[in-house]
């Protein structure tokens, strides 16, 4: 007897091989210059509609590797991925370069406990990207004589999360959640050197930097009155424990999280959020140092977005959703600096199949930035799949 | 709507696109060059008094040239050669049949010939066939007289390497006759003269194309001229040169080349970082010669440094892969310092199993080759062998 395809059920299982056969190294959110220093650039295992309103959404959305509180407001088993796609435009006294790449940011399965009030989930999120390849002319004095290299140095991977969450709803408006991180992952570094006079040898070293931490984090929601829903986060990650090439070398110290936020459902068609984090990176500093990095600071994140319901028969079908983010970047390029990132975004989504699968997307623009030295532009198009193979549960 | 099946093919295409890559930009250092790499050179002197030369490697005539020369400051030079017996019948259809010679050949190679001493001549002498491996010069100069000249070879002016050919019929056969007592063993003898003392270097029987060659045509009575070869052509079965003086080894001097040839072993200092945590860039083994290099006018020669094996001194095995073999040419006169680079080489003496820090020179070709270098030794002040070794540390992966 031949599979039936048709079998959403047979469908998710096939998605999710694919994507475990697409594997956790390349989960990995865009990359960027302000991740080539500390331990790369912060991810964002959003959904696409967290994404959409600018990360506002994040808190409330049971979806995204956020706050496990609001699994409970998960109503069908759903099992998802989100894809990354970018381009970005890097300005630097070095010179410009535009670069492409993709990524997986947020792999996901979760849903509600029948008969309970429990939500659970199990994701794969990015937590730092260290994805960057590096290329400089220079010249340097060996024996004597001024000889022109050209050095690379490329790093492939970076930090994830994966996180086992669960949540519980405490009467109708209050929930709670809790949620552990094995934080994990390694990037693949490649230095070469390549010398104009080629009585030298070329050379290259390559090495792979490996990561492990803990975390976990505690969620709240709230529903203050019918149109204003309140969420809070406190997360904690321990130290993460840096090999290489399986040498332990150092520890570094990952911070606390600190996130709260609000969504107010104006009226049937517009729901608009606001949220803001504060995350200690400073933690990271001294350890940052001790390697010869420039450090790290305290970032603090604001976001507000909103979403607007075309059809309010179907909720789901062809929202609109806008956003505007702003956030520090916790790891500069040089001695002092003060990155931080502006985006807006754009987004969309449909569910189809008696809302069984579903698609979003948003588009984001961010401009990155430390003082005026460097600049970064990245347009990213984030496009979410998603499958609830038995359909929402009524409660 | 679409379906599930269309779901999960979206799927994997969206999969597959996501390996397309472009993430080169370029770096603006230090601030985006985390770690970088640095390049470190330090200067090898040879350990003291662990450097030396052995001599007995390759003797005359082993190697696939031929030494003559004539009133030449270096040597005074005669050649040798002597072919196998020749056979004084042919076997033919179930019979040894004898035969009767119609004419003969001599051939040999001139390999080099200084074209600034002109008026060339290669004289061939035949020679008693008792010449051996332990004739020397005296034995077998008598025997250079007018009386025992087979023929001769005036070399045009500009000719540098030529295939030179002698051929005998008629009443010439007799200068070749081979006299039952010799029973049929031809030896010959090779001499020169010039307008001016010099050297040439000829084929010999490890010359592949160049070795010499003596052709004897012959008629068989027999009508079976299908399968039958009516050339006999003897193999060579000795060749050699010989020399009147023989330069004495200055132990305090590293030489190469030379009769009997001679080698050099030079052991250096490696440190355990050397051996363990640096990328070899670049190393420069130099040799800083003791006087200026002698030789045959532009005859070039190459100094071969290879690493070795096991340290059993003079009988170190050196490592035969030709990939860690470095070559340099040496010319005749030259005072320069020769630089061989050895990166390679000093690639074995890395690693978790390395070879011992010590480098085997030799000349190429060995016991071919008027050039002799001699270098200084770790005993000679200032003219010390040394490697200039440029490489990187390992690069700071750990430096975010």
Redesign the interface.
């Known amino acids: 007897m031949s599979p039936d395809l048709r079998d959403p059920r047979l469908a998710t299982v096939l998605l999710l091989l694919g994507l475990v056969l697409a594997g956790p190294a390349e989960a990995v959110a865009q990359s960027s210059m302000f991740g080539v220093r500390g331990l790369g650039l912060p991810g964002r295992p959003l959904t696409p509609r967290s994404r959409g309103t600018g990360g506002s959404f994040g808190l409330f959305d049971p979806e995204s590797d956020l706050n496990p509180a609001a699994l409970t407001a998960q109503a069908a088993v759903t099992a998802g991925f989100v894809l990354t796609p970018s381009r970005r435009r890097w300005e630097s006294p070095g010179g410009s370069s535009s670069i492409r790449e993709t990524r997986f940011p947020l792999m996901y399965v979760g849903g509600p406990v029948p008969g309970t009030r429990v939500g659970l989930a199990a994701s794969i999120g990015s937590y730092a990207d260290r994805d960057f390849r590096l290329a400089s002319t220079g010249t340097e004095t060996i024996r004597g004589q001024p000889v022109e290299v050209t050095d690379t140095l490329g790093s492939l991977g970076g930090l994830n999360e994966i996180r086992l969450a669960g949540g519980v709803a405490l009467g109708s408006k209050t929930s709670l959640g809790g949620a552990f991180y094995f934080i994990t992952g390694s990037s693949r570094q490649d230095a070469r050197r390549h010398f104009a006079d080629t009585a030298f040898i070329a050379i290259r070293q390559t090495a792979e930097l490996s990561y492990s931490g803990l975390g976990f984090s505690l969620g709240v929601t709230h529903q203050l009155t019918p149109a204003i829903r309140l969420a809070g986060l406190v997360r904690s990650d321990t130290r993460a424990k840096v090999d290489v090439d399986s040498t332990h070398v150092f520890n570094v110290d990952l911070p606390y999280t600190f996130a709260a936020g609000a969504q107010i459902r104006g009226s049937r068609r517009l729901t608009v959020a606001v949220s803001g984090a504060y995350r200690t990176w400073s933690g990271a500093n001294s350890d940052l140092l001790a390697q010869g990095s420039v450090g790290s600071r305290n970032t603090f994140e604001l976001s507000a977005g909103g979403e607007v319901t075309r059809n309010l028969r179907r909720p789901t079908n062809l929202p609109i959703r806008l956003g505007v983010r702003y956030a520090q970047i916790p790891f500069p390029v040089a001695v002092g600096g003060k990155p931080k990132e502006f985006g807006i975004s754009v987004g969309s989504g449909t569910r189809f199949a008696q809302e069984r699968g579903g698609v979003d997307l948003s588009l984001e623009q961010v401009w990155r930035s430390e003082g005026s030295t460097y600049k970064e532009h990245a347009f990213t198009l984030i496009l979410g799949l998603s499958i609830r193979p038995y359909g929402e549960q009524r409660r | ?5 269309s ?2 093919r ?3 295409v ?2 597959l ?13 230090p ?7 640095h ?1 470190r ?1 330090d200067t090898l002197f040879a350990l003291q008094d662990l450097d030396s030369s052995s001599v007995g490697y390759v003797n005359a005539g082993q190697g696939s040239s031929l030494l003559v020369s004539w009133q030449f400051p270096l040597s005074e030079d005669r050649a040798v050669y002597k072919f196998a017996r020749r056979t004084d019948s042919l076997f033919i259809n179930g019979q040894n049949r004898a035969y009767t010679i119609d004419s003969l050949a001599l051939e040999l190679s001139l390999g080099y010939r200084d074209t600034l001493v002109k008026g060339l001549k290669l004289f061939l002498y035949r020679l008693p066939v008792t010449v051996d491996s332990t004739s020397t010069f005296a034995d077998i100069d008598a025997a250079f007289t007018p009386a025992s000249t087979v023929d001769s070879f005036l070399v045009d002016d500009s000719v540098v390497t030529k295939r030179l050919r002698a051929v005998f019929s008629g009443a010439d056969t007799t200068r070749l006759i081979i006299p039952a007592a010799d029973s049929g063993v031809l030896a010959l003898g090779v001499q020169i003269r010039a307008d001016q003392g010099t050297a040439v270097k000829i084929g010999g029987a490890g010359a592949g194309s160049g070795a010499p060659t003596f052709t004897t045509y012959v008629t068989v009575p027999s009508t079976d001229t299908g399968t039958v070869n009516r050339v006999v052509t003897p193999s060579v079965q000795f060749n050699t040169f010989v020399s009147q003086t023989t330069p004495t080894d200055d132990p305090n001097l590293l030489t190469l080349g030379g009769v009997p040839s001679a080698r050099a072993l030079v052991r250096f200092p490696w440190s355990v970082k050397l051996r363990d945590s640096a ?4 190393a420069t083994l130099q040799l800083i010669p003791s006087t200026a290099v002698t030789g045959l006018g532009q005859d070039s020669a190459f100094v071969a440094a290879r690493p070795i094996i096991a340290d059993f001194g003079g009988k170190s095995p050196a490592v035969n892969d030709a990939s860690f073999t470095t070559i340099v040419p040496v010319m005749p006169g030259t005072t320069d310092t020769v630089s061989v ?1 050895v ?1 390679r080489a000093l690639t074995l003496w890395q690693g978790t199993r390395p070879v011992p820090p010590a480098l085997s020179l030799s000349l190429i070709p060995e016991a071919s080759s008027f050039t002799r270098p001699t270098f200084g030794s770790t005993r000679t002040p200032g003219l010390v062998p040394r490697i ?1 070794v ?1 490489y ?1 540390l ?7």
Do not use: H
């Open positions: 709507m679409p379906s599930p099946r779901l999960a979206l799927g994997a969206l999969l696109a996501g390996c397309q890559e472009q993430l080169a930009a370029p770096a603006d250092c601030n985006l060059c985390p770690g970088g790499y390049i050179e990328t070899l860039v670049r680079e990166r200039i440029t990187a390992k690069f700071p992966f750990n430096e975010p």
